[in-house]
C-alpha cells in the first residue's frame, strides 16, 4: 500500500491525463449520453477500481472498521477533517462566500487548539457548521461547465472540471508534501482506509438499489455534485 501512495502528486497528474484524453476522444463514442460520451471507456476504469476495491481497499477497510474502537475511528476522521476544513474555507472564499469562509477558519481554530489538532469536533458542538467544498465546485461557481463524465483509475467518478480540480485539492493536501516519507505514506493509507471504512454501510444500499450499479454511481454522483454546487438550490436542468 505504500508504494502505492509514495509518489502521490505524480500519480494524480497521470490520471488526469488519462481522463482528459478520454475526453478529447469523446467525439468518436457512441454512447449517445451527452453526460457520458465516453461510456466504454468508463465502464473498463469502473471495472478496474471495483476489483482494486474489492481485493486491497475494502477488505483492509473492513478489517480497520472490526478492530478499531469507535471512539479512535472518530477522532481520526475528525482529524483528517481539521485538515480540509481549511481548504474547504479557501475555496468558500473564492467562491464569493465570506461568512462561510470564516466559519471554516474558525472551525480549524477551535478544533486544532481545544479540539487537540481535530481529533475532537468541538466546533460543531458550538454551532459552527462543517461544509463540504473543494476546487472543483469553486470552478462550477466561476461558470466552469462539468465537461464530460470520466472515471479516473483509482480516483473513482470525476467530471473534466472536477478532475482538473483534483490536481488542485491534492497540490493543495499538506498531508500529500509531509517531508518525512514514512509518516506521509501513513497518513495517506490511513486516510484513504478510513474514507472507504466510514462508506461500508453504503455498499449494501448500492448494491440492492441499482440495476446497474455503473449507471447508478454515475447518476447519484452527478446529481450529488450538481446539488454541491449550488449549495443545494440547484436550478432544473434542461432537457436535452
Known sequence: ??????QTSGS???TVAVALLAAALSGCATSGNQKDPVEGFNRAMFSFNEGLDAVIIKPVAQGYDAVMPSPVRTGV??????????????NNLLQGKPTEAASDIG???VNSTIGLLGVIDVASNMGMEKHEEDFGQTFGRWGVGDGAYVVVPVFGPRTVRDTAGLVLDVAADP?????????RNSLLVLRVVDTRADMLPADKVIEEAALD???????GY??????LIHDGNAPREKAD
Do not use: E, W
Open 1 to 6: 500500500m505504500f508504494n502505492m501512495v509514495k
Open 12 to 14: 494524480v497528474k497521470k
Open 77 to 90: 476522521t475528525n482529524f483528517f477533517g481539521n485538515i480540509a476544513d481549511f481548504f474547504i474555507g479557501v
Open 107 to 109: 472551525r480549524v481554530l
Open 175 to 183: 498531508v500529500a508534501h509531509v517531508d518525512h516519507v514514512p509518516t
Open 213 to 219: 450499479k455503473y449507471a447508478y454511481v454515475r447518476d
Open 222 to 227: 452527478l446529481q450529488r455534485r450538481r446539488n
